[in-house]
């Protein structure tokens, strides 16, 4: 997605991650995000639900979405076509 607005095109967030032990001594990684302006926070325990929540609209913020045609790069990353790498 390409983001277009009057208002600021950035949101600042705070990331706390952490390991956790489960069952039978596995590790499983969870974590908190807060969206610094509004104060909404989110505990997550898996990258979907946090970048489901980065990428969330919010009131006030300036910012609107446009789809475009982007896609995953083998990473994960989205990719513009039009970026120079």
């Known amino acids: 997605m390409v983001l277009f607005g009057g208002g600021p095109q950035s949101q ?4 706390r991650v ?3 032990e489960i069952e039978n ?7 908190r995000v807060q969206h ?3 104060g909404e ?3 997550f325990h898996d990258w979907a ?3 489901a929540f980065v990428s969330k609209d919010r009131p006030g913020s300036g910012i609107q979405r446009a ?3 982007v896609a995953p ?3 994960g990353a989205v990719v513009h076509p039009d970026a120079h790498t």
């Open 36 to 38: 610094s302006l509004s």
């Open 41 to 43: 926070q989110l505990y």
């Open 49 to 51: 639900t946090l970048v």
């Open 67 to 69: 789809q475009t045609d």
């Open 18 to 20: 952490w390991a956790e």
């Open 25 to 31: 001594g596995n590790i499983e990684w969870r974590g």
């Open 12 to 15: 600042l967030f705070t990331l």
């Open 73 to 75: 790069s083998p990473s």
